[in-house]
């Protein structure tokens, strides 16, 4: 359905550009914010973004993040 292509398009643009240089932490952002635009809630949307972290430039910074990121999203 519709949220399944946005969240699709979400994880596509991340991976994407997730391995460049000095972009990891405000796209890893926007990423989270695809995906919660997708419908991903609690814990769908850490998943999704612990999974997703793994095509990050530095991988464990993402992951680091992932609480502070849910915690701004509410």
């Given at each position: 359905g519709m949220s399944g292509s946005r969240?699709?398009?979400?994880?596509?643009?991340?991976?994407?550009?997730?391995?460049?240089?000095?972009?990891?932490h405000i796209e890893f952002f926007r990423l989270a914010v695809g995906l919660k635009g997708a419908?991903?809630?609690g814990a769908?949307?850490?998943?999704?973004?612990?999974d997703e972290a793994a095509y990050a430039r530095d991988p464990a910074e993402r992951?680091?993040?992932?609480?502070?990121?849910?915690?701004?999203?509410g």
């Amino acid at each position: 359905g519709m949220s399944g292509s946005r969240k699709d398009a979400a994880i596509n643009g991340w991976r994407a550009v997730g391995q460049g240089s000095g972009v990891g932490h405000i796209e890893f952002f926007r990423l989270a914010v695809g995906l919660k635009g997708a419908g991903l809630v609690g814990a769908d949307l850490k998943d999704a973004l612990c999974d997703e972290a793994a095509y990050a430039r530095d991988p464990a910074e993402r992951l680091r993040e992932i609480a502070r990121i849910m915690k701004k999203l509410g």
